[in-house]
């Protein structure tokens, strides 16, 4: 069965540093998210992605944001100067269609900012 | 208006039971209500899903109920077995101008034999 597989399962970054979160979607897929996930809290939109633009973001996704299809495969979420409230699970996910909405969640990245 | 409000947060159901989660929304722009269920260490996984043109959809042991009217979705889990054991996830999503999720809040289930 095709899945959505992220890399690495676990990051741990000092503050202020850049971090890629790495995530390769389903592959006829068209549509590509982010959500986090804070400790015990709910899943939360970050960003999606279509036709190699973010289509719609979140206000959490501010400018230390960035989202990024380098190739065919990948799909990236940079964190450029990470602070402590960004430690999170972050979960890539994507879709085959505006139409068809199930979205496929990768198993996500746990970030921990120290 | 782009809550989903999820209740309870925790749920303990012995095995054969009857597990009841209920989201209730306040967006009526809201078309399309997943379930998704999420194991420890794992990504949110869809379960079942309904759109408000049905009231009830049933899959096996799950099944959705949705009363537009009063702007409420529920899921129940019939004949509830340990592997059901997770957290439950209801969501809602305006699929003609945007395919964000919001998800409500989450219920951890727990089912003992």
């Known amino acids: 069965e095709p899945e959505v597989t992220q890399t690495p399962s676990h990051q741990v970054t000092q503050m202020g540093q850049e971090v890629i979160l790495r995530c390769v979607p389903i592959?006829?897929?068209?549509?590509f998210y982010w959500y986090r996930q804070i400790l015990g809290q709910k899943v939360e939109f970050l960003v999606s992605?279509?036709?190699?633009?973010?289509?719609?973001k979140s206000e959490i996704f501010d400018d230390q944001f960035s989202v990024e299809r380098p190739d065919g495969s990948n799909f990236t979420l940079k964190i450029r100067s990470t602070k402590l409230e960004d430690s999170a699970m972050y979960f890539c996910?994507?879709?085959?269609?505006?139409?068809?909405?199930?979205?496929?969640f990768g198993q996500g990245t746990r970030l921990t900012v120290v | 208006q782009q809550q989903v409000k999820q209740s309870p947060q925790s749920l303990i159901v012995q095995k054969g039971g009857i597990s009841i989660i209920n989201c209730a929304y306040e967006n009526t722009a809201f078309d399309y209500f997943p379930w998704y269920q999420q194991f420890p260490g794992k990504g949110p996984a869809l379960l079942i899903a309904i759109r408000p043109d049905v009231s009830e959809k049933k899959e096996g042991r799950f099944t959705i109920s949705f009363n537009k009217s009063a702007k409420q979705f529920s899921l129940h889990i019939m004949d509830s077995q340990p592997g059901d054991s997770a957290t439950y996830f209801c969501?809602?999503?305006?699929?003609?101008?945007?395919?964000?999720?919001?998800f409500g809040t989450g219920t951890r289930l727990q089912v003992f034999p």
């Open positions: 969501a809602a999503s305006i699929t003609y101008n945007t395919d964000k999720l919001i």
């Open positions: 592959s006829n897929h068209l549509y």
């Open positions: 996910a994507s879709s085959e269609s505006a139409t068809n909405t199930e979205a496929f």
């Open positions: 992605f279509y036709n190699n633009e973010i289509s719609e």
